[in-house]
């Protein structure tokens, strides 16, 4: 019974999960990882809560406790950054952040006893990259996607420095930070229990904002100055690691510097690179075919497998060849410049530039739309009779398919519904 039990609980959290644009599709690993990070009523209690940020008094009201009562349950939960924490207009917040990239995350950001790290790793990895029906949720379905690539700025030509707007630039990200911490690379954290990791850095993945002051409070980040985390961000480019951040314009809360071995979002766009599951910068690269020597040096340090090693077509040397460029699966992330040893390599601007949501309500609001599931954004608290049946009824109706070919148009998948949704208030 008290097997049932357990599994209830974590299939109702499933369930609330399910209701982020990724969702996060049932599986045993699953419930094993929310049972390593949880108990089962606190997996019924967080199962309960608002998709948006919400206070101690109502959760308390949603839990039907008082609100002391439930601050401690609350601040509990966010000493293990199961929740996230914050303040905003002087009134003390909580929010369930998304499983990546959220808690799965943060568990492994640092080292820790209160939990078994090596049996979570092998959890993630049977469940993020054995199994595909994740994966895909987070980083195939729908056009808008969790992240974005960011160029490597030291590959710009000043001609070409005019093209990059400061959102592309992970320098400005890292400069404009209020909040800024530094954490263990979960990705190779992971890979490193199962004796898989590389020996890229691994104190080196960055968090802003509110995220990052939340995660130096509870002791799973680091908080950094502007100096050192450009610092930081020269070690990456020196390591020929891949920025690869939240995918907005406006206060960024993550970027990892990932490896190509270890880092899952790489892995996916290896495994799904037609299907763009990671947004590419604004830069592709255009090799000089005449000065390329065939070195394949690019094509040893590109993450995705885009460079390649072709023909060269010359008859009085058949053997030689030269690097080509898959530009279908390439994230313009200019590590293959960076590394090239002629310097035939040139980032040059891409012909369209890639759309990026101004924030993150409004990238949530793009991929809701996109994979079936605004009415859960729109009236998030399942508790009240009064928000299942009107996210039931629209979620009707934005099936039907003319509303289905009026959403899909980029008048609507805009900032109106993102401050439509910020402004409405919880019934």
Known sequence: MAHLTARKGFAELTSRLNRFPQGAPPSKYLYKILSVLMNEKEASLIAQLPVRPFTAQKA??????????????????????????????????????????????????????????????????????????????????????????????????????????????ASKVIESAEHMGVSMCYCRHKMQHLGKNCDAPMDICMTFGTVADSLIRHGFARRVDEKEGLDLLAE???????????NVQQEVSFICNCCGCCCEAMIAARKFGLMN????????????????????????????????????NNPEKPRHKKADIDVERCLGCGVCARICP???????????????????????????????????????????????AMAALLGAVLKLPPVKRVLAS???????????????SGV
């Not at 980029?410 to 409405?424: A, D, W």
């Open 60 to 169: 308390a009201g949603i839990w039907k406790i008082s609100e002391s009562e439930a601050s401690k349950k609350l601040d509990s939960l966010a000493d293990r950054v199961l929740l996230i924490d914050m303040m905003i207009k002087g009134e003390k917040y909580y929010v369930l952040p998304p499983p990546m990239a959220g808690f799965f995350e943060f568990s492994m950001m640092r080292t820790r006893g209160d939990i078994d790290q090596k049996l979570l790793s092998e959890l993630f990895y049977q469940y993020i990259t054995v199994e595909e029906d994740f994966i895909k949720a987070l980083f195939v379905n729908g056009e808008t996607q969790l992240g974005r690539t960011f160029v490597n700025e030291d590959t710009i030509s000043m001609d070409n420095d005019l093209f990059v707007y400061d959102y592309d630039k």
């Open 236 to 246: 990456a480019y020196d390591n020929n690691l891949v920025q690869f951040g939240e």
């Open 277 to 312: 599951p990671v947004h590419t910068s604004n830069f592709m690269p255009k090799i000089n075919y005449d000065s390329c020597t065939g070195c394949g040096k690019c094509v040893e340090v590109c993450p995705v497998e885009a460079m390649r090693l072709v023909s060269a």
């Open 342 to 388: 002629v310097q035939c390599i040139n980032m040059e601007p891409r012909k369209k530039r890639v759309m990026t949501p101004v924030n993150s309500v409004h990238k949530s609001v793009m991929m809701a739309i996109e994979r079936g599931g605004l009415e859960h954004l729109i009236f998030d608290n399942r508790v009240l009779f009064s928000h299942r």
């Open 410 to 424: 980029e008048q609507i998948k805009s900032r109106y519904l993102g401050r439509l949704i910020e402004k409405k």
